[in-house]
C-alpha cells in the first residue's frame, strides 16, 4: 500500500498539470493494486530493499507528472513499470559499499506463480547467481522470465534495442547456468 504521506505530497504538488479526471482514478487505482509487484520488480533489478522502494516511489512521482501522455488505459502497466525498471537499473548501479552496511530482508523474492521447488538447495543457488547479475541483465531476466513479458515488450521496457535485449537474455542465461553447473550441490 502506497505511503498515504507521500500521495498526499504528490497530489498537493503545486507544479501546473494537465488533470485528467478518468486517468487519476485509473492510476491511483492501478497504484493500490500493483504497489507490491512493483516493488518486487524492482527488488529484483537492484537488490536492495531501499533502493527498490525508491525506484518505485520515484517511477510512481513520475508516472503522476506525465499522465496526461497516457494514451490507452491498456498500456498501463507496461509504462509505469518501465518508469520503475528505469529507475531501478539506475539505482541498481550504485556502489555496493552502500549496500553492504543496510541489509534488510523486507522484500521477498518474486516467485513464479503456479511453480513449487523441488530442491531448496537449488533455489538459493539460483537467488545467488542471480544477485551477482549486472543489473541491466537482472532487469531483462526479471521482465521476460518473472513478470511474463514478451521479448519486444521487454525492450521497450528497458529502452533498449531488440537485439540488445536478446543478447542480455542470452549472456544472463549462459552465466546462471555456468555458475549453477560449476557450484557444489
Avoid at 42 to 54: E, F, Q, V
Avoid at 130 to 156: C, K, M, N, W
Avoid at 161 to 173: D, I, Q, S, W
Wanted: glycine residues 4%.
Amino acid at each position: 500500500m502506497p505511503n498515504p504521506r507521500y500521495v498526499a505530497e504528490v497530489l498537493d504538488d503545486p507544479r501546473p498539470t494537465v488533470r485528467s479526471e478518468p486517468v487519476d482514478r485509473v492510476l491511483g487505482a492501478f497504484v493500490t493494486e500493483h504497489y507490491d509487484r512493483l516493488v518486487r520488480l524492482a527488488y529484483l533489478i537492484c537488490r536492495h530493499g531501499p533502493d527498490a522502494a525508491d525506484a518505485v516511489q520515484r517511477g510512481l512521482e513520475q508516472a503522476w507528472r506525465q499522465r496526461a501522455t497516457l494514451r490507452d488505459e491498456a498500456s498501463l502497466r507496461p509504462w509505469v513499470d518501465r518508469v520503475v525498471v528505469r529507475e531501478a537499473i539506475r539505482l541498481g548501479r550504485r556502489p555496493w559499499l552502500r549496500r553492504v552496511f543496510s541489509l534488510d530482508s523486507q522484500v521477498g523474492w518474486m516467485e513464479p506463480t503456479g511453480r513449487a521447488v523441488a530442491d531448496p538447495h537449488e533455489m538459493l543457488a539460483l537467488r545467488a547467481a542471480f544477485a551477482r547479475l549486472p543489473s541491466d541483465q537482472r532487469a531483462v531476466i526479471a521482465l521476460h522470465l518473472h513478470a511474463g513479458y514478451s521479448v519486444a515488450e521487454t525492450a521497450a521496457i528497458v529502452d533498449a534495442p531488440l537485439e540488445t535485449v536478446r543478447t542480455r537474455l542470452r549472456r544472463a542465461k549462459d552465466r546462471l547456468r555456468r555458475e549453477l553447473v560449476e557450484s557444489p550441490s
